[in-house]
């Protein structure tokens, strides 16, 4: 829910302070907003991602008994959780077989040929029926990390990617 729009070390940095402070849906309730905002202000839109932790720990623990849903409708069903962050609790949390699409994601998707689509969910099921079961637990991390330090969007290293030979894409770099 923290990771929209902000960096993995701004997140990292915030959360280890805020999960030592309320690891759990009822102790991030004790802290309170206010609180819980100083802990994530450095985040790009702590505000709505503030209020929408506190209405999803309030719903934890009246519909789940605390814990968090292994559903992708339940999880759908809790403010800030749309379909990439259900997807990567259900794949990261629950090993369910699923693959989150975000930026990177459909960039390398779409540049390479892997599992070309128009749309988020058109590229998620192309993935899934170009990914074989067996390699989805991870797909989704390889596939980020490809997409972040390799299949960049502005300048690609296509000089130093694995896939140079079995990529699509018409403006790749000279190896």
């Known amino acids: 829910m923290l990771s929209a729009q902000a960096t993995d070390r701004s997140v990292n940095k915030a959360t280890a302070g805020l999960f030592a402070a ?45 814990e968090v849903p292994s559903t992708r409708a339940a999880l759908e069903a809790l403010p800030g959780v749309g379909r990439k962050t259900a997807n990567v609790i259900l794949n990261t949390a ?41 390699y989805r637990q991870d797909a989704h991390h390889w596939l980020i990390l490809h997409g972040r330090y390799t299949c960049v969007a502005r300048k690609p290293r296509c000089g130093s990617c694995v896939i140079y030979d079995l990529c699509t894409y018409p403006d790749k770099l000279d190896a």
């Open 94 to 134: 629950f090993g369910q077989p699923t693959i989150a699409v975000d930026t990177h994601i459909f960039r390398v998707a779409n540049r390479t040929g892997l599992a070309p689509g128009r749309t988020v969910i058109e590229v998620e099921k192309n993935l899934l029926k170009a990914v074989p079961a067996r």
């Open 22 to 66: 309320a690891a759990t849906p009822q102790a991030m309730l004790d802290l309170g907003l206010r609180r819980l905002k100083n802990h994530i202000r450095t985040i790009g839109l702590y505000n709505t991602k503030a209020a929408n932790i506190m209405k999803t720990c309030g719903l934890l623990l009246a519909r789940h008994g605390g």
